[in-house]
């Protein structure tokens, strides 16, 4: 008997690994996707954002949406669901290339960018107003988004969830400020008192 033909029995076997490999990547992938905007999931975004912090011009960026309750309460909440899932694929093209962006939950999002050639207060700006644009499908629906970011150099030694406490900062300073653009953190240490607001707002400014 030939090696090819003693080989021949245990394709079918190869195929049908292959294609359980593939359906399984195919589900483990899916799970890390958030259903409604198909943004990295919190832990998924997580893994992919510290890897991009070993570059030192890494950039964080925190986003909210302004007024989604009220959002919701006037135009429904299929409306508020269009509007999350606009405002997440404009995140995602404007932290491209070599970005990533994820949904942290409710109406807040976070990304990480390279600022490569230090041009990321620029694109933030043209961001913020790419963000508050119209939802293409639905011209009554639009709101501002809050961005707040900051700049890894920085803060050396600061791991991704300090990184995100100071965006956050930040982004709670642009929303009392009126949404007049998105907003560095300051240097210094953390307020510390950021993080222990946002369950009675979420949603609500």
Do not use: C
């Amino acid at each position: 008997m030939s090696t090819l033909a003693a080989l021949l029995p245990a394709v079918p076997a190869v195929i049908g690994w292959a294609v359980h490999a593939r359906w399984l990547y195919g589900r483990l992938t899916t799970a890390r996707r958030d259903p409604l905007t198909g943004l990295w999931t919190r832990d998924a975004f997580t893994r992919r954002a510290r890897r991009l912090l070993r570059d030192p011009r890494a950039v964080v960026v925190l986003a909210d949406v302004d007024h989604f309750k009220q959002i919701n309460d006037t135009h429904g909440h299929a409306a508020g669901d269009v509007l999350l899932a606009t405002v997440a694929a404009r995140l995602a093209h404007g932290t491209t290339p070599g970005g990533v962006v994820g949904r942290l939950g409710g109406d807040e999002f976070a990304a990480v960018v390279v600022d490569r050639d230090g041009t990321a207060p620029d694109r933030l700006h043209t961001l913020a107003r790419v963000l508050a644009r119209p939802v293409d499908s639905a011209p009554d629906v639009h709101t501002t988004v809050s961005l707040g970011w900051v700049r890894a150099a920085d803060h050396p030694g600061e791991d991704l969830s300090a990184l995100l406490r100071r965006a956050d900062e930040a982004m709670y300073a642009a929303k009392r400020s009126g949404r007049s653009g998105p907003r560095r953190a300051r240097l210094g240490r953390l307020l510390g008192s950021v993080a222990g607001r946002r369950p009675g707002r979420r949603g609500a400014a």
